[in-house]
């Protein structure tokens, strides 16, 4: 049976996707709270899986928690820290405790994180863990050998549209969709027309695309992703608007920016739908949303 993330995106639905972020620790409270508030407004919630490199609770586990708590979740699955015997394994879990929806990652550097002494496995890159999950699906492991009981996924991907050289992520966009990814949730878009560029060049392929919306919240922050985060640019026009935001009043001015944003995607159709990350400020996705006319 299909997930009810995979139904929305079958229907053409205008699909809304936002992350949760598993605590460094096991008091999960934070995390609950950030469920119980999104679950009956986005579509699905992605569990992101040791972001940045940083140890934390394993996605898998708060995927399940997402599942009993009535939301619909996407698990991350990062290659960074498992080989094709554990990722195999978690994806065989996933489906039997119905997580049937799963982001594919080759993941960031460990030396990006807070252990940077171990090491990276990167046995597999995401074009092959799709690859593995179609495999999986058919009833044979990555080895060729049968499986009593197959596995149904919705499998996506990610892509960096604003990356320059723009080349080397189309290459890889082919390969995850030659792979079998449904859906590709993209990096964080702020120059809108440029993303029309790149929707013109993703409309020729059997996938859905979800735009990455990250939320603003000083212009420190995003003179800090312009310099730091490759493949991210945030325009002048957007630091000069939050710089001049009055005291205390940034990140309603990056909530106001956020939701032009989704409403010219929605209004212009431009893709199918948007993945909002708050990074640590989840509570905030519905008034984002709102400001979006999503609410």
């Given amino acids: 049976m299909a997930s009810k993330f995979k139904q929305a995106l079958d229907q053409g639905k205008f699909v809304v996707t936002s992350e949760v972020a598993p605590p460094k ?4 409270e934070k995390m609950a709270h950030h469920i119980e508030l999104l679950k009956d407004k986005v579509d699905a919630m992605n569990v992101t899986d040791h972001q940045s490199s940083v140890m934390r609770f394993p996605s898998l586990g708060a995927a399940l928690m ?26 065989l879990f996933a489906h039997q405790r119905g997580i049937n929806n799963v982001l594919c990652l080759t993941g960031d550097s460990v030396v990006l994180g807070d252990h940077k002494t171990a090491k990276g496995v990167f046995d597999l890159d995401s074009s092959q863990l799709v690859a593995a999950v179609r495999k999986l699906e058919k009833g044979k492991d990555m080895a060729g050998n049968d499986l009593d009981g197959a596995v149904s996924f919705c499998a996506g991907a990610i892509v960096t549209p604003e990356a320059n050289p723009i080349q080397p992520q189309l290459i890889k966009f082919e390969k995850k969709i030659e792979a079998g990814a449904e859906f590709i949730q993209t990096q964080a878009v702020y120059d809108l027309e440029n993303f029309k560029n790149f929707m013109e060049y993703a409309r020729q392929f059997p996938v859905k695309v979800l735009a990455g919306i990250i939320l603003l919240t000083s212009a420190p922050m995003a003179r800090f992703m312009n310099k730091n985060v490759a493949g991210v640019t945030v325009p002048q026009e957007f630091i000069d608007e939050m710089a001049s935001a009055p005291k205390g009043g940034a990140i309603q001015k990056g909530i106001q920016i956020a939701g032009r944003q989704i409403k010219q995607i929605v209004d212009e159709n431009i893709c199918d739908g948007v993945h909002i990350m708050a990074i640590g400020k989840e509570e905030l996705v519905p008034d984002i949303m709102a400001a979006g006319g999503l609410l």
């Fill in 66 to 91: 997402v599942k009993e708590m009535g939301g619909e979740p996407i698990l991350q699955m990062t290659c960074r820290d498992r080989n094709r015997l554990a990722l195999q394994a978690d994806l």
């Fill in 25 to 28: 620790g096991v008091n999960l």
